[in-house]
C-alpha cells in the first residue's frame, strides 16, 4: 500500500467501538473535559465545605409475624403461614410506621407542637402568622409532621424481620431521640389495636349472644305451639323426629301386613300342594301319630287275615270279622286325613281373610298418615331452625368466654432490639463520596460535551475522516510544518518530513494508473490557505528530482504566489499566453531546480474565469504535455469562483488538497460537487497541516507518514 494511502482493510463485524477513535476524540477536547472536571470536583468540594452536617439515630426492633397463643383464643388476628404473607405483613407494618398518625403521636409525647424550637433544630423555617391563629397552629403542625415524615428512612432487609427506623437531623441527640420514640410509641399503638380490637369483638359477640338468645327462645315456643296444635310428638325426647300415633300405628301395621302375606303364601302353598297330591300321601297326614297308629293296627289285622287265609274261608266267621276291623280302620284313617286336608284348606282361607282386614286397615292408617305429611315438613322446619339457633349460640358463647378470659392480656409481637444512641459521627456531607460524585459528574459532563461537539461539528481530521464525509481515497498525507519553512528548503533535504510525505504523495501518483502517473495534474481546494500552492510546488519538485521533465503553472492569476518562491519575474505569464499576447517559449522560465519549469501567473486580469474558459487553456495544456513528462497546475480555490470548476475539465486528473481540522465536510462536499460538474477526474485527497498530536492519534499511528525511508 503507499504510504499515507488510506488502509482499506475492512473492519471486524465484532468490532463495535473503536477504542483508539474515542481515544483521539477525547485527547482533542481533552480541555473541555479538563474544564468540566475541574468545575464540577470545585462545586463539589464547595458544597462539602458549605453543607450542614447531618446526623443519623437508628433503632431496630423486631416484628414476628406470629403472637404467643397465652390461652386459646387469646390473638383474634389473622396470621398467614406463606412467604408472600409474611412479606405482605411486614411491608404493612412498614407503611404504618411511615403513617402521619404514628408521625402527630410521637410530636405530641416529644412536645414538638408546643413551639419552633424542632423547626429551628432542623433547619426549617417557620411559616409567618396567617390571618388567624388557629391558621398559624394547623400550619407549623403541618410543618413538624413534613419535617418527621421527610427525615424518617424505615428499611426492611431481605429474608429478615429486623426493621431499622432511622431519623436524621443536624442534633445527634434529637436524631436519637425521635428514632426511639417513633419505635417505642409503635410498639404501644400495636398494643393498644389489639385491645381496641377485643373490646370491639366483645360488645359484639354480647349484641349478637342476646340476638340469637331472643331468637332461640322463640323458635323453641314456636315449635312447642305447632306441634301440640298439629297432635306431633317428639319420640326421641332430645330433639329427634316428632310423629302422631296414626305415624306410630302405620309402621305397626306395615309390619303386621308383611307377616299377614307371608302366613297367607305359606298356608295357599301348603293348600295347593294338599290338591295335587293323594290323600295318603300327603306329609301332613303321614306324619300324624293317629294315622300312624291306626295305619299299624289296620296292618297287624291284615296280616292275621292273610294268615288266616291258609285255613280259613273268607265267610268264616273269624276271617269276616277281621275284615270288618280292617274296614273300619280304613275308614277311620280316611275320615282322618280327610280332616287334615280340610284343615290345610280351612288354615289358608283364615290367612287370606286376616291378610285382607289387615291391607284394609293399613290403607285407612296411610290416608291419614298422607294427611299428617305437611303438617311435619312444617314441623321440621320449625325443628331445623331450633337446631341453628342453638348451634350458633352454643358457638358464641363459648368465643365469648374465651375472649373474654383474653381481654387485655394478647402477647405483644414486637420488640425493641437496639435502642438508637446519640451517633458519634454525621452521615452527611461524605466527603470522599461527594468528590468522587463530582469527579464522575465531571467526566460525564465534559463527555457529554464532547459527544455533543464532535456531532456538531464535522472537520475532516484523519484519513478516516476523508473517506467516511467525502467518499473519496486519502491519497496522501501531508505534516503540519511552522509557519516560517521554507517549502523549497524542505524538499531540497530528502530527509526531512515534508520531503518524506511528499515522496509517499509521489508514489501514489504514479501507482495511481496502468501507465503511471498522469500527464496533467490540478490542485485545488475547497478555500485559501490550505496548502495547494505547496502542495503543487512539492510534487513538482518531487518528480523533477526523478529526472522528469515537469513544469509547474501557476494558474490562480487573482492570489499568484508560485513567482515569489521561486524569485522570478511575474511580468510575462499565464494571463499573457491566455490573452493570445505571449507565447509558451516567452512565459516558461526555468528554476534552479534541474528539470523543473515555471509558468507564473502573469499580471493579474480582469476576469480571470473568462481568460481560463478560453480556448488558449486548453491549447497550453497540450503543449506542455507534448513538451514535459508531467504538468502541474496550481489552481485557484473551488468555493466562490469559477476558475477551478473550468479548468479541472481540461486537465487528465485533479488532486482535492484538504486541511486537516480545518475544513469541514459539509464546504469539502460542496466543493467537490463544483468540481465533479465541471467533468473532473479526482484522484484523491490530500490532507494537509496533519498534527497527529492535535487531534488526538498516537506518533506510531501516523509516524510512517514523516519518516517513510529513513529507517531503511
Given at each position: 500500500?503507499?504510504?499515507?494511502?488510506?488502509?482499506?482493510?475492512?473492519?471486524?463485524?465484532?468490532r463495535?467501538?473503536d477504542?483508539?477513535?474515542?481515544w483521539?476524540?477525547?485527547?482533542?477536547?481533552r480541555y473541555?473535559?479538563?474544564?468540566a472536571?475541574?468545575?464540577?470536583?470545585?462545586?463539589?468540594?464547595?458544597?462539602?465545605?458549605?453543607?450542614?452536617p447531618?446526623?443519623?439515630?437508628?433503632?431496630?426492633?423486631?416484628?414476628?409475624l406470629?403472637?404467643?397463643?397465652?390461652?386459646?383464643?387469646?390473638?383474634?388476628q389473622?396470621?398467614?403461614?406463606?412467604?408472600?404473607?409474611?412479606?405482605?405483613?411486614?411491608?404493612?407494618?412498614?407503611d404504618?410506621?411511615?403513617?402521619?398518625?404514628?408521625?402527630?403521636?410521637?410530636?405530641?409525647?416529644l412536645g414538638?407542637f408546643r413551639?419552633n424550637t424542632?423547626?429551628?433544630?432542623?433547619?426549617?423555617?417557620?411559616?409567618?402568622?396567617p390571618?388567624?391563629?388557629?391558621?398559624?397552629?394547623?400550619?407549623?403542625?403541618?410543618?413538624?409532621?413534613?419535617?418527621?415524615?421527610d427525615?424518617?428512612?424505615?428499611?426492611?432487609?431481605?429474608?429478615?424481620?429486623?426493621?431499622?427506623?432511622?431519623?436524621?437531623?443536624?442534633?445527634?441527640?434529637?436524631?436519637?431521640?425521635?428514632a426511639n420514640s417513633?419505635?417505642?410509641?409503635?410498639?404501644?399503638?400495636?398494643?393498644?389495636?389489639k385491645y381496641?380490637?377485643?373490646?370491639y369483638?366483645?360488645?359484639?359477640?354480647?349484641?349478637e349472644?342476646?340476638?340469637?338468645?331472643?331468637?332461640?327462645?322463640?323458635?323453641?315456643r314456636?315449635?312447642l305451639?305447632?306441634?301440640?296444635?298439629?297432635?306431633?310428638?317428639?319420640?326421641?325426647?332430645?330433639?329427634?323426629n316428632?310423629?302422631?300415633?296414626?305415624?306410630?300405628?302405620?309402621?305397626?301395621?306395615?309390619?303386621?301386613?308383611?307377616?299377614?302375606t307371608?302366613?297367607?303364601?305359606?298356608?295357599?302353598?301348603?293348600?295347593?300342594?294338599?290338591?295335587g297330591?293323594?290323600?295318603?300321601?300327603?306329609?301332613s297326614v303321614?306324619?300324624?301319630?293317629?294315622?300312624?297308629?291306626l295305619?299299624?293296627?289296620?296292618?297287624?289285622?291284615r296280616?292275621?287275615?292273610?294268615?288266616?287265609?291258609?285255613?280259613y274261608?273268607?265267610?268264616?266267621?273269624?276271617q269276616?270279622?277281621?275284615?270288618?276291623?280292617?274296614?273300619?280302620?280304613?275308614?277311620q284313617?280316611?275320615?282322618?286325613?280327610?280332616d287334615?286336608?280340610?284343615?290345610?284348606?280351612?288354615?289358608?282361607?283364615?290367612?287370606?281373610?286376616?291378610?285382607?282386614?289387615?291391607?284394609?286397615?293399613?290403607?285407612?292408617i296411610r290416608g291419614?298418615?298422607?294427611?299428617?305429611?305437611?303438617?311435619?315438613?312444617?314441623?321440621?322446619?320449625?325443628?331445623?331452625?331450633v337446631?341453628?339457633?342453638?348451634?350458633?349460640?352454643?358457638?358464641?358463647?363459648?368465643?365469648?368466654?374465651?375472649?373474654?378470659?383474653a381481654?387485655?392480656i394478647?402477647?405483644n409481637?414486637?420488640?425493641?432490639?437496639?435502642?438508637?444512641?446519640?451517633?458519634?459521627?454525621?452521615?452527611?456531607?461524605?466527603?470522599?463520596?461527594?468528590?468522587?460524585l463530582?469527579?464522575v459528574?465531571?467526566?460525564?459532563?465534559?463527555?457529554g460535551?464532547?459527544?455533543?461537539?464532535?456531532?456538531f461539528?464535522d472537520?475532516?481530521?484523519?484519513?478516516?475522516?476523508?473517506?467516511?464525509?467525502?467518499?473519496?481515497p486519502?491519497?496522501?498525507?501531508?505534516?503540519k510544518m511552522?509557519?516560517d519553512t521554507?517549502?523549497?528548503a524542505e524538499m531540497?533535504?530528502?530527509?526531512?518530513?515534508?520531503?518524506e510525505?511528499?515522496?509517499?504523495?509521489?508514489?501514489?501518483?504514479?501507482?495511481?494508473?496502468?501507465?503511471g502517473?498522469?500527464?496533467?495534474?490540478?490542485?485545488?481546494?475547497?478555500?485559501?490557505?490550505?496548502?495547494?500552492?505547496?502542495?503543487?510546488?512539492?510534487?513538482a519538485?518531487?518528480?523533477a528530482?526523478?529526472?522528469?521533465?515537469v513544469?509547474?503553472?501557476?494558474?490562480?492569476?487573482?492570489?499568484p504566489?508560485?513567482?515569489?518562491?521561486?524569485?522570478?519575474?511575474?511580468?510575462?505569464?499565464?494571463?499573457?499566453?491566455l490573452s493570445s499576447?505571449?507565447?509558451?517559449?516567452?512565459?516558461?522560465?526555468?528554476?534552479?531546480q534541474?528539470?523543473?519549469d515555471?509558468?507564473?501567473?502573469?499580471?493579474?486580469?480582469?476576469?480571470?474565469?473568462?481568460?481560463i474558459?478560453?480556448?488558449n487553456?486548453?491549447?497550453?495544456?497540450?503543449?506542455?504535455?507534448?513538451?514535459?513528462d508531467?504538468?502541474?497546475?496550481?489552481?485557484?480555490?473551488?468555493?466562490?469562483?469559477?476558475?477551478?470548476?473550468t479548468?479541472?475539465?481540461?486537465?487528465?486528473?485533479?488532486?482535492?488538497?484538504?486541511?486537516?481540522?480545518?475544513?469541514?465536510?459539509?464546504?469539502?462536499?460542496?466543493?467537490?460537487?463544483?468540481?465533479?460538474?465541471?467533468?473532473?477526474?479526482?484522484?484523491?485527497?490530500?490532507?494537509?497541516?496533519?498534527?497527529?498530536k492535535?487531534?488526538?492519534?498516537?506518533?506510531?499511528?501516523?509516524?510512517?507518514?514523516?519518516?517513510?525511508?529513513v529507517?531503511?
Open positions: 500500500m503507499p504510504p499515507g494511502a488510506a488502509s482499506t482493510t475492512p473492519s471486524s463485524p465484532w463495535v467501538i477504542l483508539r477513535a474515542v483521539s476524540t477525547v485527547y482533542r477536547n473541555i473535559v479538563i474544564v472536571l475541574a468545575l464540577c470536583v470545585l462545586l463539589g468540594i464547595a458544597v462539602t465545605l458549605l453543607s450542614t447531618i446526623y443519623k439515630g437508628t433503632a431496630l426492633i423486631q416484628i414476628d406470629q403472637t404467643a397463643q397465652i390461652i386459646e383464643g387469646a390473638d383474634i389473622p396470621t398467614g403461614g406463606g412467604l408472600q404473607d409474611t412479606e405482605r405483613y411486614l411491608e404493612t407494618q412498614v404504618v410506621i411511615e403513617s402521619r398518625s404514628l408521625a402527630r403521636t410521637v410530636a405530641t409525647q414538638l413551639n424542632f423547626l429551628e433544630r432542623m433547619g426549617v423555617e417557620p411559616a409567618a402568622a390571618a388567624g391563629a388557629f391558621d398559624l397552629r394547623q400550619t407549623r403542625q403541618e410543618q413538624v409532621l413534613d419535617a418527621l415524615q427525615n424518617l428512612e424505615v428499611e426492611l432487609p431481605v429474608d429478615s424481620s429486623v426493621v431499622s427506623i432511622s431519623f436524621e437531623s443536624p442534633d445527634r441527640v434529637l436524631a436519637s431521640q425521635i417513633f419505635a417505642e410509641n409503635y410498639i404501644t399503638s400495636n398494643l393498644r389495636r381496641d380490637t377485643t373490646a369483638a366483645r360488645q359484639f359477640l354480647e349484641d349472644l342476646a340476638n340469637t338468645r331472643q331468637r332461640l327462645e322463640e323458635s323453641d314456636a315449635l305451639e305447632y306441634a301440640r296444635g298439629a297432635g306431633l310428638i317428639d319420640a326421641s325426647g332430645a330433639g329427634g316428632a310423629s302422631s300415633l296414626t305415624t306410630a300405628n302405620l309402621g305397626q301395621f306395615n309390619s303386621d301386613v308383611a307377616t299377614a307371608a302366613n297367607r303364601i305359606s298356608a295357599e302353598q301348603r293348600w295347593r300342594e294338599a290338591q297330591t293323594p290323600l295318603m300321601n300327603l306329609p303321614l306324619s300324624n301319630p293317629a294315622i300312624q297308629s295305619v299299624q293296627q289296620r296292618a297287624q289285622l296280616a292275621s287275615y292273610e294268615l288266616n287265609r291258609e285255613r274261608a273268607a265267610d268264616y266267621p273269624v269276616q270279622e277281621l275284615q270288618t276291623q280292617i274296614d273300619a280302620f280304613s275308614r284313617i280316611n275320615d282322618l286325613a280327610t287334615i286336608r280340610d284343615g290345610i284348606r280351612q288354615e289358608y282361607d283364615l290367612s287370606r281373610r286376616q291378610e285382607t282386614a289387615l291391607r284394609n286397615e293399613l290403607a285407612d291419614e298418615t298422607l294427611a299428617e305429611q305437611d303438617r311435619g315438613i312444617r314441623y321440621n322446619i320449625l325443628r331445623r331452625e337446631d341453628t339457633n342453638r348451634t350458633l349460640y352454643e358457638g358464641l358463647l363459648q368465643r365469648y368466654k374465651e375472649i373474654s378470659a381481654a387485655g394478647s402477647s409481637n414486637i420488640s425493641i432490639v437496639d435502642r438508637a444512641d446519640p451517633p458519634v459521627g454525621p452521615v452527611r456531607p461524605r466527603p470522599l463520596l461527594n468528590i468522587a463530582s469527579i459528574a465531571g467526566l460525564m459532563l465534559g463527555l460535551l464532547v459527544f455533543l461537539r464532535e456531532n461539528d472537520a475532516l481530521r484523519s484519513t478516516d475522516d476523508v473517506e467516511t464525509k467525502l467518499g473519496l486519502a491519497i496522501g498525507v501531508i505534516p511552522k509557519e521554507d517549502a523549497r531540497a533535504d530528502r530527509k526531512s518530513d515534508l520531503s510525505a511528499y515522496a509517499a504523495l509521489r508514489s501514489s501518483l504514479m501507482l495511481s494508473t496502468s501507465t502517473a498522469p500527464k496533467s495534474l490540478v490542485f485545488t481546494s475547497s478555500g485559501q490557505g490550505e496548502g495547494k500552492s505547496t502542495s503543487s510546488l512539492a510534487i519538485c518531487s518528480f528530482q526523478l529526472g522528469r521533465t513544469i509547474l503553472i501557476d494558474a490562480d492569476m487573482r492570489r504566489s508560485q513567482h515569489k518562491r521561486f524569485s522570478v519575474s511575474n511580468k510575462e505569464g499565464l494571463s499573457g499566453f499576447q505571449n507565447t509558451l517559449a516567452q512565459i516558461t522560465h526555468p528554476t534552479d534541474p528539470g523543473l515555471l509558468i507564473t501567473a502573469g499580471p493579474i486580469p480582469v476576469n480571470p474565469a473568462e481568460l474558459a478560453g480556448p487553456m486548453q491549447e497550453l495544456i497540450t503543449q506542455c504535455e507534448n513538451k514535459y508531467l504538468v502541474v497546475i496550481d489552481a485557484p480555490p473551488v468555493l466562490g469562483l469559477a476558475d477551478a470548476p479548468l479541472v475539465s481540461d486537465v487528465g486528473s485533479t488532486i482535492f488538497v484538504v486541511e486537516a481540522n480545518r475544513v469541514h465536510g459539509r464546504r469539502a462536499n460542496d466543493a467537490l460537487r463544483r468540481l465533479r460538474s465541471g467533468d473532473a477526474h479526482i484522484l484523491g485527497v490530500l490532507l494537509t497541516k496533519f498534527d497527529a492535535t487531534i488526538g492519534y498516537g506518533a506510531k499511528e501516523y509516524g510512517y507518514v514523516y519518516d517513510y525511508g529507517k531503511s
